[in-house]
């Protein structure tokens, strides 16, 4: 059997979730200009082509809207979402239960589960917390790359800053209540300080939605060894990011293999049991970035173009030798299992 019929029928046979991703940053920006439907046109026919059944989508905050507009901006991205499925019924649906991605994948729709990329919509109010909750939203990223109330980020690249600190008081019964709620905890951005934190804290595993290792890429957005065993110890998963520097030291080298390669590291660290995909795909919304003096300066890209391109990923691992049910856990079953015990 040829490698294209086989990945073919991989995906096909088995659950696909990306654990990680911005589209609401994009559909809020497209129906504020009179769009509609922007999820059902726009990204659902690359969702078909790569399989993808579960999509995480993050409550992201520009820098823009910090502090005072923060509450409405995330409140702002679920209207949208909830706008979307009303208009797309018979395609996607908002997921707050286990019960309710196995029925949206009965149905053959697209699962959305709602994820908070910084807290910064709560500022320092737990009470708003629960209505997130109501709303949907069942992950929490504590912060982004940057400090807010509960935690500090960790940047993308070396900056000038004072003392790096871990979580606050705040931080810390947020996670207390975000747990009693049957929310759980993601750790992708955190400064190391706040990951162990975090660590002590929750009772619950965690998961690094969209992070690398450290070892083969060494910046602070890359998850070190002990990191990876630590989440691994939990039976956590950690999300495969597809940014160009955060898969090659060599940003315009990533490719593919280079990003398979992460998954080996993981697998040969850890096991099987703990590796996913959380890929972040972000060119479709650099169009409202302002450019750069140099465009080459901090140049990103996304080392796949695409949803659709996923099962360049699953050729990968089938020509390094991995099986069926080894790739099944790696596209999707890994994550599952923790939305299973968590939701």
Known sequence: MDLLKTTDQIHKKFPIVDAHSDILFDVVRQRQLGRKRVIETDYLPQFIRGGVNIIVASLFIDDMFIPEMSLRRALDQIGSLYMEIDESKDKIMLCKSYKDIEKVMNDNKIAILLSFEGVEPLYNDLNLLKV????????????????NYAADGCYFTPMKEGKKGGLTAFGVALIEMAESLGMFMDVSHLNDEGFWDVLEVTKKPIIASHS???NLVPVMRNLTDEQIKAIAKRQGVIGMNIAN????????????????????YIVNLVGINHVGFGFDFCDQLRKYDLPKPNPSDNKFFDTLSGHGKIKNITKELINRGYKEEDIKLILGGNFLRVYKELL
Do not use: M
């Open 132 to 147: 997130f909750y109501e709303l949907g939203v069942r992950l929490v990223g504590l912060s982004w790359s940057r400090r």
């Open 212 to 214: 690398n290792c450290r």
């Open 245 to 264: 520097k955060f898969v090659a030291n060599e940003g315009d080298l990533a490719n593919t293999e280079r990003l398979v390669d992460h998954i080996d």
